[in-house]
């Protein structure tokens, strides 16, 4: 379950939580009967619940991406945001933006590239454009070589390149933030842990050492 609290409907706050809940969960309470139509708990609704100050700018930046009056293509956009989630290690932030990929008609082959596309031909040269950019601010923390920003600037506008990193940007915010609290498809424990040792075993051995006194 989230690390936070989820704010029940019977709790939130009227203005911008419901009218959110209802838009989504219909009169289902999403805490008591969870669910959302693209098969999610829906708990990332309900944990940033808590603050709806918070929900209501994380919503107006959803809005922001998908408004017409953007000039980035929005295939280029999902790549930017599906690769944030894939090199994040959030699977939900992955996983709805390939569906994201598929409602806008882009072909299976491509989206199950996305974790390979470096060696991939799938991809047009302004998608790996995309893609490589999109590596360097996600991967690298916005170390984009001289040589690669200047192929982006000349197949770009300057409104599309910052429209391309603002969202890449936020949606790595929103990966980072989903698995921090364990929220939606991102409530999972950590796989990197120790695995026990067999019974018997000595320390010692596995350093190539003798035991030394304390």
């Keep these: 379950m989230p ?18 809940y209802a838009m989504l969960f219909g ?10 139509a693209t098969g999610t708990p829906g708990d990332w609704w309900t944990v940033f619940a808590n603050s709806p100050a918070t929900l ?17 293509d929005p295939v280029l956009r999902e790549l930017g945001q599906t690769w944030a989630g894939w090199a994040t290690g959030s699977q939900f932030v992955f ?6 990929l598929r409602g806008l008609a882009v072909p299976e082959e491509k989206i199950e590239s996305i974790p390979t596309w470096q060696t991939s031909d799938a991809f047009s040269a302004r998608e790996r454009l995309v893609l490589a950019y999109s590596d360097r601010l996600v991967t690298h923390a916005g170390r ?15 409104e599309e390149i910052l429209e391309l990193t603002y ?6 915010m929103h990966a980072v933030m989903s698995r921090a609290l364990r929220t939606e498809f991102d409530d999972r424990d950590d796989p990197i842990t120790e ?19 304390r």
């Design 3 to 20: 690390r936070l609290r989820e704010v029940p409907r019977a709790e939130a706050e009227e203005k911008t939580v419901l009218a959110l």
């Design 195 to 213: 695995v026990p040792a067999p019974e018997g075993f000595d320390a010692m051995d596995f350093l190539g050492g003798e035991r030394r006194g």
């Design 27 to 36: 009169d289902r309470d999403p805490v008591a009967e969870p669910g959302t």
């Design 167 to 172: 969202i890449t940007c936020l949606y790595q």
């Design 95 to 100: 996983s709805q933006h390939c569906k994201s």
């Design 56 to 72: 209501k700018h994380a919503a107006q930046g959803f809005a922001y991406y998908r408004s017409p009056e953007r000039k980035l």
């Design 144 to 158: 984009v070589p001289d040589a690669l920003f200047a192929q982006v600037k000349a197949e770009f506008s300057d």
